[in-house]
Nanobody
Framework: QVQLVESGGGLVQAGGSLTLSCAAS????????MGWYRQGPGKQRELVAT??????TNYADSVKGRFIISRGSAKTVYLQMSSLKPEDTAVYYC??????????WGQGTQVTVSS
C-alpha cells in the first residue's frame, strides 16, 4: 500500500519562507498527479497546487507568484513557499492522484504564519 509522508511545516513570521516535502513509499503508477491541499481554521480543504507526471501545473490564485511546486522524482514532490501571509496558516496535505483508484493522502503538516 502506498503511503505519503510530509515534512517541513512549522512556525514562520509573515514574509518568510518554508519548503514542504512529500515522499511516497510503495508501488505507484508512473502516470499520476501529485500535489498539495490545505485546510485553515474553520475552513474547507482547498487546492494549493498540483503537478502531473507530464509536468502540467495548477495553482490556486491565492498562491500564484509566491509558491512553487516541483518534483524530485515520480515519488517526491515539494512546495516552496515564500512571502508567507497569516492567511496561509493551515494544515497542508500531500496527495497522490491516480486514474480510477482512490486518492492517497498524507497525514498533514502544520504551517503557522505569525504577523
Amino acid at each position: 500500500q502506498v503511503q505519503l509522508v510530509e515534512s517541513g511545516g512549522g512556525l514562520v513570521q509573515a514574509g518568510g519562507s518554508l519548503t514542504l516535502s512529500c515522499a511516497a513509499s510503495g508501488s505507484t503508477f508512473s502516470r499520476n498527479v501529485m500535489g498539495w491541499y490545505r485546510q485553515g481554521p474553520g475552513k474547507q480543504r482547498e487546492l494549493v497546487a498540483t503537478l502531473s507526471s507530464e509536468y502540467a501545473t495548477n495553482y490556486a490564485d491565492s498562491v500564484k507568484g509566491r509558491f512553487i511546486i516541483s518534483r524530485g522524482s515520480a515519488k517526491t514532490v515539494y512546495l516552496q513557499m515564500s512571502s508567507l501571509k497569516p492567511e496561509d496558516t493551515a494544515v497542508y496535505y500531500c496527495v497522490l492522484k491516480q486514474s480510477y483508484i482512490d486518492d492517497i493522502w498524507g497525514q498533514g503538516t502544520q504551517v503557522t504564519v505569525s504577523s
